[in-house]
C-alpha cells in the first residue's frame, strides 16, 4: 500500500460545529504532516508529528486541534472554524528522515 | 530551506519537451532539489529530486548546474494530463537534531504549466 487517505473528501460545516478530518496511511511512515491549502495558492504546512508526538505546530489557532492516535492514523479536530479557514486541507507522510513524501488527496472544507 | 524561485506560468505544445527552470541560488552543500506536481484539486505529487548529479526516473529528467544555483525538469513529452502547477522545493537531506523530527517539505509559488494540444 503506497497511498495516503484521507476522509472525508468534501465536507460542508457551520462556525458552530464540531467535525474531524482523518488520514490513514499503511506505509509504516513515521512522520505525518497536516498542509492547508487555499484557492491558486501553495500548501502551508500545519502541523508534523514525529513518531506519534507534535513535534512542529506552525503557530496555527487553536481551533485546530490535531491527534496521532496510532503510527498509521493523523486527525484533524475542527471547532469554532471562520469562512475563511474554508480550503484544501492535505494529509502527508514519509519516513523519519523525510524520504518517501507522500500526500493524500485532501478534504474540501467549506464553512458557512 | 533555501529559497525557490520559478516563473508563475508556461504553456507548452503537446508532444514537445517541456523545460521548467527554478533558480535556488542560496542553496547550501546539503540540500537537495526536489520537484513535486500538483494536477488541480489533488495531492502534491513526487517526481524526481537530486542533489548535484543529473537525474531521469520514468517521470522526468533533472538537470542541476554544476554551481547548483539553479535546476531544470525536463518533461520530455508532454502531454494533457501534465497540465499542473510544478512545485520546484530544496530541502535538507539527513539533518540531525529537530529538524530530523519531520522534514518539513515548504512549498513556493510553484509553475502553472499549461499543455496545449
Known amino acids: 500500500d503506497t497511498e495516503v487517505t484521507q476522509t472525508p473528501k468534501h465536507l460542508v460545516m457551520g462556525m458552530t460545529n464540531k467535525k474531524s478530518l482523518k488520514c490513514e496511511q499503511h506505509?509504516?511512515?513515521?512522520?505525518m504532516y497536516w498542509y492547508k491549502q487555499k484557492a491558486k495558492k501553495p500548501p502551508e504546512l500545519m502541523f508534523v508529528?514525529?513518531?506519534?508526538?507534535?513535534?512542529i505546530n506552525e503557530s496555527v489557532p487553536s481551533r485546530f486541534s490535531p491527534e496521532c492516535p496510532n503510527s498509521s492514523l493523523l486527525n484533524l479536530h475542527l471547532h469554532a472554524l471562520q469562512p475563511e479557514d474554508s480550503a484544501l486541507y492535505l494529509c502527508?507522510?514519509?519516513?523519519?528522515?523525510?524520504?518517501?513524501?507522500?500526500f493524500g488527496s485532501g478534504t474540501r472544507l467549506t464553512v458557512v | 530551506d533555501a529559497k525557490t524561485t520559478q516563473p508563475p506560468s508556461m504553456d507548452c505544445a503537446e508532444g514537445r519537451a517541456a523545460n521548467l527552470p527554478c533558480n535556488h541560488s542560496?542553496?547550501?552543500?546539503?540540500?537537495?532539489v526536489y520537484w513535486y506536481r500538483q494536477i488541480h484539486s489533488q495531492g502534491p505529487q513526487y517526481i524526481i529530486h537530486?542533489?548535484?548529479n543529473n537525474e531521469t526516473n520514468e517521470m522526468a529528467s533533472l538537470i542541476i548546474t554544476e554551481d547548483r544555483k539553479s535546476s531544470t525538469l525536463i518533461l520530455p513529452h508532454a502531454t494533457l494530463r501534465d497540465t499542473a502547477v510544478y512545485y520546484c522545493?530544496?530541502?535538507?537531506?539527513?539533518?540531525?537534531?529537530?529538524?530530523?523530527?519531520?522534514?518539513?517539505?515548504?512549498f513556493g509559488g510553484g509553475t502553472r504549466v499549461l499543455v496545449k494540444p
Open positions: 506505509m509504516g511512515h513515521r512522520a
Open positions: 542560496t542553496i547550501s552543500g546539503n540540500e537537495y
Open positions: 502527508a507522510s514519509s519516513t523519519y528522515r523525510g524520504r518517501g513524501y507522500t
Open positions: 508529528y514525529s513518531y506519534e508526538k507534535l513535534s
Open positions: 537530486g542533489l548535484k
Open positions: 522545493i530544496v530541502r535538507g537531506g539527513v539533518i540531525l537534531g529537530i529538524k530530523a523530527a519531520g522534514n518539513k517539505l515548504t
